[in-house]
């Protein structure tokens, strides 16, 4: 039996029925009252399971899933070293999204990430703390900044609405998933120029321990044939 | 055996050799006049990341307790030992650590996650007695490593702070420089953007990419403003900007005695006559070469300083909150990242200490697992 992970709801699910509904695979439900588990019509070896898409790539991981579809901003947000436990198979064209910067629209002075650490400095000298970051990414966050030099920040955990962290007081800066830049323009907010952290999409990820086992099992390369060769 | 399956060595300190090892460091820092002083293994963690800023959370190990708040795993010893010795108000003191420190490792590091270091700390109010120090510092470290085969190297932060000090710029850009020394691409990036030659010609700072008296009008036009940056604050860094992009650029010359200097190295002994040879030679650059050639004096009494490696910015990249004399210490074998490491910190203890007092610190720390390879390496 293969497990296999898919987001339980929100438009990445829909996104995933579609995907699959091109490919001829329908998903009906295991049982009347088991909403979290599913199957491919007429496919037995196939187990679905639903759960919230940041907990696929965790799962995926640890091997309680042995393959499933999320975004890569979850796979690299929650996983440090995913190459090493985790193999991307395939990325979609589907679940397209930003991870950037947010700031006020009234920074003009801030346009480029240097621009950034030289306002968090100027900070810490007049209000005697750090620029505040909130993010839900918090680690992607830290590594990208650190690496392009910016210092004196803190980041804020923020499970959500992250883009009001700003008008709230909670924040100075943020760091979003932004697929059009609509909230951002709604929030009175603007990105800068080298302030993309991370193109993501979903993408197709199996647990590399599995895959090297497996990959040879007739089950799996059906599978994998439906989803990846055709397209 | 040493090594487990992933190469990592395994940090149980039950090898009768290290154990011996352990004391006989232990005597000497003793005879020295030191102190044992313990500090706790978990610190609160806003205490540290407001000094380490958010850097601290990529090597540190940060735990998570409701009640307690976040909590880290000591990743070293001296800025708790800085924080109990201001606690307490005192002033001189020299104290001897010992136990383990725990930094996340990328996976290739060969330095162990959890590692066993001994260490020491000296403090000082009085500025005059640094050299001497230094001297003690360097001295303790070389006679507990002179029975293996090591090499040292040092340095000096402040030849290169004191170089920037000397430049013919404003205060800001001077500030800037010398904050972002630890950061090779962003020093390299800053030095471009002030010079009045520049090379790359696409810095990423709106330093001379913008238009800054349209800003100006445009920031006129802005009615909402939210958050905790106020339109005075981006006023004050536009005029800031204006002013900075047109006075006191770096000169070529100026430019090229810096990157002279950050290339710099010979033997210890050779170095203060050498530096002094590289012209654009100011006041306060001076008076850092002073004091570092007599360092050197006091050390060539007792250590022989032709065999002593010097680079202006050896362990800029590594050796944190450092800001003059530092050193470290390799087997020669060179299998391992350095064995000790060591260095002068007197700007974060002002940073941290009471208005009105002021401290200067020197410390060195020894990664005792390294120590345990070798023990056992030279007895295979």
Redesign the interface.
């Known amino acids: 039996m293969i497990r296999f992970g898919l987001p339980s709801k929100g438009r990445l699910k829909k996104q995933v029925e579609n995907f699959f509904s091109e490919r001829g695979l329908e998903l009906v439900n295991a049982g009347m009252t088991r909403e979290y588990l599913a199957e491919f019509k007429g496919e037995k070896k196939v187990q679905i399971i639903l759960l919230a898409s940041s907990d696929i790539p965790l799962e995926i991981k640890k091997g309680n899933l042995d393959i499933g579809i999320t975004g890569r901003d979850l796979i690299f947000e929650k996983i440090l070293?995913w190459r090493?436990c985790i193999l991307e198979l395939k990325q979609l064209d589907f679940g397209e999204a930003n991870l950037i910067i947010g700031v006020?629209q009234?920074?003009?002075?801030?346009?480029?990430?240097?621009?950034l650490?030289?306002?968090a400095?100027?900070?810490r000298k007049?209000?005697s703390r750090?620029l505040r970051i909130a993010t839900k990414y918090q680690n992607i966050t830290?590594?990208f900044?650190?690496d392009n030099?910016v210092?004196?920040?803190?980041?804020i955990e923020s499970q959500g609405a992250t883009e009001g962290a700003?008008?709230n007081?909670i924040a100075?800066v943020i760091v979003d998933i932004s697929s059009t830049g609509e909230t951002l323009k709604q929030n009175?907010l603007k990105t800068i120029?080298?302030g993309t952290l991370l193109k993501s999409f979903a993408s197709i990820f199996v647990n590399k321990k599995y895959y090297k086992k497996h990959k040879n099992d007739v089950e799996l390369k059906r599978l994998l044939d439906q989803l990846v060769l055709v397209s | 055996m040493l090594k487990s399956k992933k190469g990592i060595i395994k940090p149980t300190l039950d090898s009768d050799n290290l154990g011996l090892e352990i004391r006989r460091i232990q005597t000497i820092f003793t005879k020295a006049g030191l102190k044992e002083i313990s500090v706790p293994s978990l610190l609160n963690s806003s205490d540290l990341v407001d000094f380490y800023g958010e850097d601290l959370k990529l090597r540190a190990y940060t735990t998570s307790d409701p009640v307690r708040g976040e909590q880290i795993l000591r990743p070293d010893f001296t800025v708790p030992i800085l924080l109990k010795h201001l606690r307490d108000n005192s002033l001189q003191a020299k104290y001897f650590y010992r136990g383990n420190v725990w930094r996340r490792q990328n996976f290739k590091s060969k330095i162990p996650n959890e590692q066993y270091q001994m260490g020491f700390e000296l403090f000082d109010s009085k500025k005059a007695k640094s050299i001497s120090s230094d001297v003690e510092a360097y001295l303790l470290i070389n006679r507990i490593l002179s029975k293996y085969k090591v090499n040292s190297v040092t340095g000096d932060v402040q030849v290169l702070t004191s170089a920037i000090d000397d430049l013919d710029i404003s205060d800001y850009k001077k500030t800037s420089l010398k904050r972002h020394l630890w950061r090779p691409k962003r020093f390299m990036r800053l030095l471009d953007l002030y010079s009045k030659q520049k090379i790359s010609g696409n810095n990423n700072h709106s330093f001379k990419s913008a238009n800054l008296s349209l800003w100006k009008e445009k920031l006129l036009g802005i009615e909402s403003f939210y958050g905790a940056r106020t339109k005075t604050d981006i006023k004050e860094r536009i005029e800031i900007l204006e002013q900075e992009l047109s006075q006191n650029l770096i000169a070529r010359s100026e430019k090229n005695f810096l990157l002279k200097l950050m290339r710099f190295q010979s033997s210890l002994k050779e170095a203060p006559k050498s530096i002094l040879s590289l012209s654009m030679v100011g006041g306060t650059f001076r008076k850092a070469i002073e004091n570092f050639e007599r360092r050197v004096e006091l050390l060539s009494e007792h250590v022989d300083t032709k065999i002593v490696k010097f680079q202006v910015i050896y362990g800029l990249t590594t050796l944190e909150y450092y800001d003059g004399f530092v050193f470290g210490f390799q087997f020669d074998h060179g299998k391992y990242p350095p064995i000790a490491q060591g260095g002068r910190y007197d700007s974060l203890c002002s940073r941290l200490s009471k208005k009105g007092k002021s401290i200067c610190a020197i410390g060195s720390m020894l990664r005792m697992d390294f120590l345990r390879k070798t023990l056992n390496y030279d007895k295979d």
């Open positions: 070293d090493k006020p009234f920074w003009i002075d801030v346009n480029y990430l240097d621009d650490d030289e306002v400095f100027f900070f007049k209000y750090c830290r590594e900044l650190i030099q210092t004196n920040f803190e980041i700003i008008v007081g100075d009175k120029e080298d």
